[in-house]
């Protein structure tokens, strides 16, 4: 601990913390974490297969961090994120939180963490109970908290881009974009600290997509969070996040200031990743999804990538990513509603119909 009381390892800049930010709290900290998973046993003679999902990952995330995690699917990015949370608990190593253990704890034990740290998933759909009201949906936490509600959800609803009048429908009444943005509001509704999404954006249609990260990018700024955002797509984390972190097989190769790890990428995967990986703006300005994979498989077979499978693979990520979820319900709504550029905000109006 420093006289400033800045614990040291955020001062020694240790293997993974900025050098770039002094005096910042540590949010949160991560020491020599793994997760392993036992597969059910498929024989009587074999021992089961054990699938160890994250490895060895130490990591401090300062607060006010925009922290970006990705790597492609199956990596451990969401198994890291369930630990963060407390939702699952490591193998072996530590989690802390604001400087409190969570990895020995019950889930009882970690009623706190829920005002501290609120979770976005991918798919607002299945995460918002469909019978539930959105009023209810986004006090739900308040309740939980024993937390007045007041006009609290009125405020949330204004706040990330919705009519106060959503409050009384249905999650199945709003757009993908707009379900994505009553998670946003739910998960702000105790006045957390940490906010962790994952894959917030990768379910919705490229067209609102971006509309979704601005919302992210604003809440984030304007209740001062802690972000933690997990994505496969690095064209949607060097949105959002100041520095990043990239998985492969569980384990963390490499991190870094997100403009660094994106210009001068120092590890062999990273610059595979990023080479398969269409940008953002590309999918926007309408190029297909089989465009893109084909530009980028012929990009990585061009820079030598030995393994044709694994370029195809990592090409067809690339364009589901991007482009896979165009011909979805949600598209045609959303295109329906908006003119191109004009944001998925506010309105209900027209689904009252629905
Ligand atoms: N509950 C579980 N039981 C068994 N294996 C799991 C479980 N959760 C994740 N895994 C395995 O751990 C690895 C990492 O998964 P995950 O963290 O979901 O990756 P990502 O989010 O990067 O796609 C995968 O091989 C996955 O099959
Ligand atoms: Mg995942």
């Known amino acids: 601990m420093s006289d400033d009381g800045t614990p040291q390892d955020a001062l020694d800049g240790g293997r993974t913390a900025p050098h770039d930010a002094p ?175 994952d894959e917030p954006v990768s379910a919705l249609d490229v067209s609102v997509r971006a509309q979704v990260l601005n919302l992210i990018d604003e809440v984030v700024e304007g209740f001062d969070l802690t972000l933690v955002f997990v994505s496969h797509d690095l064209s949607v984390v060097r949105h959002v996040c100041d520095r990043i972190a990239v998985m492969r097989a569980g384990e963390i190769v490499e991190v870094g200031p997100t403009e660094q790890v994106y210009t001068d990428p120092q590890h062999p995967y990273t610059r595979q990743l990023l080479a398969s990986v269409p940008r953002l703006s590309e999918a926007l300005a309408g190029r297909s999804a089989a465009e893109l994979a084909a530009r980028t498989r012929a990009a990585l077979v061009a820079e030598g990538a030995t393994d044709e499978d694994s370029a195809q693979r990592l090409a067809e990520e690339g ?24 944001p998925d905000t506010g309105g209900t109006s027209d689904r009252a119909d629905r």
Do not use: Y
């Open 23 to 197: 005096g910042r709290e540590v949010a949160i900290s991560l020491r020599a974490v793994n997760r392993e998973f036992r597969r059910p046993r498929t024989s009587l003679t074999r021992p089961p297969a054990v699938v160890h999902a994250v490895r060895d990952v130490s990591l401090d995330i300062l607060a006010g961090e925009r922290f970006g995690l990705v790597g492609e699917s199956g990596s451990g990015k969401s198994t890291l994120l369930r630990m963060i949370s407390g939702l699952d608990r490591p193998t072996s190593g530590e989690v802390l939180i604001e400087g409190q253990p969570i990895h020995d704890r019950s889930p009882r034990q970690l009623g706190w963490l829920r005002r501290r740290l609120q979770l976005v998933f991918q798919d607002p759909m299945s995460s918002l109970d469909p019978r539930m009201r959105i009023r209810e949906i986004i006090a739900e936490p308040l309740v939980a908290q024993g937390i007045p509600r007041g006009s609290r959800v009125d405020e949330l609803l204004e706040r990330v881009g919705l009519s106060t009048d959503a409050a009384r429908r249905f999650p199945h009444q709003f757009s993908g974009g707009q379900r994505q943005r009553i998670s946003v509001a739910r998960a702000l509704a105790p006045d957390p600290h940490i906010l962790v999404a």
């Open 319 to 342: 364009a589901r990513a991007d482009g896979g979820h165009a011909a979805t319900e949600d598209h045609a709504r959303d295109q329906h509603r908006h003119q191109p550029g004009e």
